[in-house]
Structure formats: structure tokens, C-alpha cells
């Protein structure tokens, strides 16, 4: 059963049952710096006590080592976890620093069945196409993606970082269940068309790095406190001038957080999950965190509510944000709108 704390929501018309917030797993086997496995293990229980169902990861999260990771846990409680997982960004064992993009069948074909074998299971609740290669006939993609529907092998659809248009030719060859893009008071590239094409289509949408990629929590200042292996290193928005300027933005949430006693992290949470009442849809957040003391932190925010007043008082923040959220856009739904 679900905590009575955490309220839930289903992730389009027919598809799954969740907690209001889900959590993204993809910290616990690399990407920001060391890990701790016994702290992880110990957060997955943590947040489906509290009410948290839907877990995220992909194949590519430490080269399938994250779906490794979870794969016990999920497992030990397949009644209660709707397991969500990605294709499409592929890697090299001989090549570290390669990240090709694949969309064409024969690899989706191949990457579930890797994926099922490395989780352990006979099901994934929520597959996702990860990023989209405009190469690749869309149709081509989400009509081999819906055969694993049929195969039983997938239970139902999602796409991340894609267009409005994009998605709503998806969804036309097969529903599509969660659309999943960076949504956050830094981010808000996606309410130009994606958020109204989900809500158009009844959708949910599933915000990845609600927090900034931490950077909403003032937990660090700039890219250079950060380990030697972290990616946010290389993303321009933590770093140099940018992340100086970008600091001084988090002025209205510390008002926010000082007021309400509560905590940086937890206003920028709220925010997101009151897009739901503004866009009207259904919004799952997954703020990503290796630590139970954190988790217990952001579920308390899916259920705070933010004023008019202080939501007036973030508008303007996201349009004065310096750098983009990756070094290149051409591989998310910007570089394609």
C-alpha cells in the first residue's frame, strides 16, 4: 500500500498507479561522484515506506549497472514498485566517453531484453525511449516499442526529451504514458510545447532534476566543489560566471524557505508540483538521492503548498538563468523545436 502521506497519481489514462513523487536512481551507480551501495540499498526501502512506487533508472545509468543495482530490491517487492527504465543512449565498453544515440528496432529489440536480464524481472512497467534520433522514423521507434507491449516484455510507453509535435505523433502509433524532460524553477524550456501537448493528450509528466541537479538545494555554489568525476563539472550552467550569476537566483527561495521554515530543496519541489494545477496534467517528479535523510526531505514537499504570492515571486527566475543544461542541446526537444 501507499503511505497516506504521499497522495498518488496515474501516469496516463491507463496506465500505472504511483506516489505523487517518484525517485530517480541514477545517482546511486555514477554521474555524481562517489556512491555508497549500503546508504542506496537503504534509500530504495526507505522511500517505498514512505510512499514512493515509481523508481527510475535506464541501461545506460554505470553501463547497466544501476538496473543491477535495484534489481534485488524490485524483485523483493515487484507488488508495490513500478519500475521505469530507458533505451536509446548507447555505450561502449572500449570507448568510456561514447554516447551514440540509438533508436532503430533491431537495437530497441536487443536493449529490453538486456535490460530484463540485468533487473531480473519478466516485466517493465514504464519503458522509455531515452533521446529521440531524428533519423530514425518515429513511427519506426514506438511501433517496436508497442511489440514489446504485446510480447508482454513492457506494460506501457514513455518518451524523455522530446517535442510537443514529437509527442504527439508517438501517441498516435501507440499511447504513451509519461513524457519525461528537466523541469525545475531553473528550466522551463519545456512548457513551449511539450507540457501543453501532455496535457492535450493526457499524459503525465515526469520531471527529471527537479532540483537543479542539486544546484536548488544550496548544497554546493559552483561545479569546482564538486568531485573530479561529477558530470555537472562539463554542464555550463555550474560553472565559471555562470554559476555565480546562477547563485544569486536562489535569493527568492531562501526568502521562501526562511519564511515557512522549511528547506530550499523543498520549495523548489513544491514548485514543481504545483505545475500540475497550473498546466493541468498530471505531474511525478523523481528527484534523484542516494540518502534516506534526503528522500525524507523531498517527500515531505509533495505535500506543501506554495502562495500566489510566492509563486510570483519565482516567474521571473528561470528566465534569467545563465547557461544551458547541457553543454550541447542536440540531443534534447530544444534542439528539435
Request: hydrophobic letters at 45%.
Amino acid at each position: 500500500m501507499t503511505h497516506p502521506a504521499l497522495p498518488t497519481a496515474r501516469l496516463g489514462a491507463e496506465g500505472p498507479l504511483v506516489g505523487v513523487q517518484g525517485l530517480g536512481c541514477m545517482g546511486m551507480s555514477e554521474f555524481y561522484g562517489p556512491t555508497d551501495t549500503t546508504e542506496s540499498l537503504a534509500t530504495l526501502d526507505a522511500a517505498l515506506a514512505a510512499g514512493v512506487t515509481l523508481f527510475d533508472t535506464a541501461d545506460m545509468y554505470g553501463s547497466g549497472h544501476n538496473e543491477e543495482l535495484i534489481g534485488p530490491f524490485v524483485r523483493a517487492n515487484r507488488d508495490r514498485v513500478v519500475l521505469a527504465t530507458k533505451f536509446a543512449i548507447e555505450r561502449r565498453a572500449e570507448d568510456p566517453g561514447h554516447r551514440g544515440i540509438r533508436n532503430d528496432p533491431a537495437y530497441i529489440r536487443s536493449a529490453v531484453d538486456a535490460s530484463l536480464r540485468r533487473l531480473g524481472v519478466d516485466v517493465i512497467d514504464v519503458y522509455y525511449m531515452h533521446r529521440r534520433d531524428a533519423a530514425v522514423p518515429l513511427a519506426e521507434s514506438v511501433g517496436a516499442m508497442a511489440e514489446l507491449v504485446r510480447a508482454g516484455k513492457v506494460r506501457h510507453l514513455g518518451l524523455s526529451e522530446v517535442t510537443g509535435a514529437e509527442l504527439r505523433e508517438a501517441h498516435a502509433v501507440h499511447p504513451i504514458a509519461a513524457v519525461q524532460s528537466e523541469w525545475s524553477v531553473f528550466a522551463r524550456d519545456v512548457e513551449r510545447s511539450v507540457v501543453p501537448a501532455a496535457a492535450d493528450l493526457g499524459v503525465a509528466f515526469v520531471p527529471y532534476s527537479p532540483l537543479g541537479r542539486g544546484f536548488l538545494t544550496g548544497s554546493f555554489q559552483s561545479a569546482e566543489q564538486l568531485a573530479a568525476d561529477d558530470v555537472r563539472r562539463t554542464q555550463p550552467r555550474f560553472t565559471g560566471d555562470n554559476a555565480a550569476a546562477n547563485g544569486g537566483l536562489l535569493e527568492p527561495l531562501r526568502r521562501i524557505a526562511t519564511a515557512r521554515g522549511v528547506t530550499l530543496a523543498q520549495v523548489a519541489l513544491a514548485w514543481v508540483h504545483q505545475r500540475a494545477q497550473v498546466h493541468g496534467l498530471t505531474v511525478v517528479p523523481i528527484p534523484g538521492t542516494r540518502k534516506r535523510s534526503r528522500l525524507a526531505e523531498n517527500t515531505a514537499a509533495a505535500t506543501l503548498e506554495l502562495t500566489g504570492e510566492e509563486l510570483a515571486l519565482l516567474e521571473p527566475v528561470a528566465g534569467e538563468v545563465a547557461g544551458d543544461r547541457y553543454p550541447s542541446m542536440a540531443f534534447t526537444q530544444v534542439g528539435r523545436e
